[in-house]
């Protein structure tokens, strides 16, 4: 049982580009989410799905796009990358839409220079 | 407050108990939670309480809740190296859009 996978594991990226982050869950759960975690900021929610075919917003959402075409998968874009956009990304999901009791992926160390 | 509070660091000596103390923001969270973060890793479930407990106790691990003051701690027994990690503050309030709040997550350093 893999649990929730994360590639890649690292990526870097010149300003202007863009790529995907991929996700993906053998679980059956419904909710998935995409967090970036800053140094002295925490955890910020990007955008979640609470079910294939519905995604919703963040706290942090300009400059990424997500869809969620099946239940395991939940790929996060970022169309034209920016500085900004450097840090760790993190998908998780759980079983409840309100996000109980999160399984993590292992993260996605993104560098835009 | 609006946040999740939490010390970010926190030094013990190998042996000792560690207290990792949150202040949370909604007394109607229902559930109250603390990841644990290894280096290079994602966020692990540690431990839970639920918010009519005041106690929970897991072999080293104990959660204390005071809902009074929005108040959640951590001890954990006899430290050990592999303790040390970032450990995060959760609650999932209710009047949020029912979406959990991380702390900024307290850092844990195990000295010899």
């Known amino acids: 049982n893999a649990g929730v996978t994360q590639t890649p594991k690292f990526q870097v990226l010149k300003t202007g580009q863009s790529m995907t982050l991929q996700c993906a869950q053998d679980?059956?759960?419904?909710?998935m989410s995409w967090y970036r975690q800053d140094p002295g900021m925490g955890l910020r929610l990007i955008h979640y799905?609470?079910?294939?075919?519905?995604?919703d917003q963040g706290e942090v959402p300009n400059g990424y796009n997500v869809s969620r075409s099946t239940t395991e998968d939940f790929p996060l874009r970022l169309l034209l990358a920016a500085p900004s956009q450097t840090s760790v990304y993190f998908c998780?999901?759980?079983?409840?839409?309100?996000?109980?009791?999160?399984?993590f992926g292992s993260g996605t160390q993104l560098s835009v220079l | 407050g609006e946040d999740v509070e939490q010390s970010l660091f926190l030094s013990v000596r190998e042996g000792d108990s560690s207290v990792i103390n949150c202040t949370y923001t909604?007394?109607?969270?229902?559930?109250l939670y603390w990841y644990k973060q290894e280096p290079g890793a994602g966020l692990q479930l540690l431990t839970y309480?639920?918010?009519?407990?005041d106690m929970k106790q897991d072999q080293r691990l104990t959660v204390l809740l005071n809902k009074k003051d929005k108040h959640l701690s951590l001890r954990i027994a006899d430290t050990q190296t592999g303790d040390s990690a970032i450990y995060f503050c959760?609650?999932?309030?209710?009047?949020?859009?029912?979406?959990?709040?991380f702390g900024k997550g307290t850092r844990l350093h195990i000295l010899p």
């Open positions: 799905s609470v079910g294939a075919g519905i995604t």
């Open positions: 679980m059956n759960h419904e909710y």
């Open positions: 959760a609650e999932i309030p209710l009047n949020r859009d029912d979406k959990i709040i």
């Open positions: 998780a999901s759980s079983t409840s839409s309100r996000g109980e009791k999160l399984f």
């Open positions: 309480i639920f918010s009519n407990m």
């Open positions: 909604d007394s109607s969270s229902t559930y």
